[in-house]
Nanobody, 120 residues
Framework: QVQVVESGGGLVQAGGALRLSCVSS????????MGWFRQPPGEGRQFVAA????????SYTDHAKGRFTISRDNGKNTLYLQMNSLKPEDTAIYYC?????????????WGQGTQVTVSS
């Protein structure tokens, strides 16, 4: 599976924006469909968004549509999640992962995640 390191989280006020990054050292990164997932406090891990291997197709969960944008730069082995109009309920640890099945079933291989905290 693809090993990754997430970054870009932080503390932001409601209505603000953050851009998350996910970097892989794997030369096979560009061959994988990739996804973002999140784990709110006290809850299980949830699907957020997915992008196919060449960036031509994307999928979003309802809470992300219109606010979040997933993208990738295969030349940099990097996956991104632009998050706008953030809400307190977006508070979670955000993870990226390679996808076993499109669009939301990941391989069970996770980085350390990046914490996003949205204050009201």
């Amino acid at each position: 599976q693809v090993q990754v390191v997430e970054s870009g989280g932080g503390l932001v006020q409601a209505g603000g924006a953050l851009r998350l990054s996910c970097v892989s050292s794997e030369h096979t990164f560009s061959t994988y469909n990739m996804g973002w997932f999140r784990q709110p406090p006290g809850e299980g891990r949830q699907f957020v968004a997915a992008i196919n291997w060449n960036g031509a197709d994307t999928s979003y969960t309802d809470h992300a549509k219109g606010r979040f944008t997933i993208s990738r730069d295969n030349g940099k082995n990097t996956l991104y999640l632009q998050m706008n109009s953030l809400k307190p309920e977006d508070t979670a640890i955000y993870y990226c992962a390679a996808l076993r099945h499109w669009p939301s079933l990941p391989f069970d291989s996770w980085g350390q995640g990046t914490q996003v905290t949205v204050s009201s």
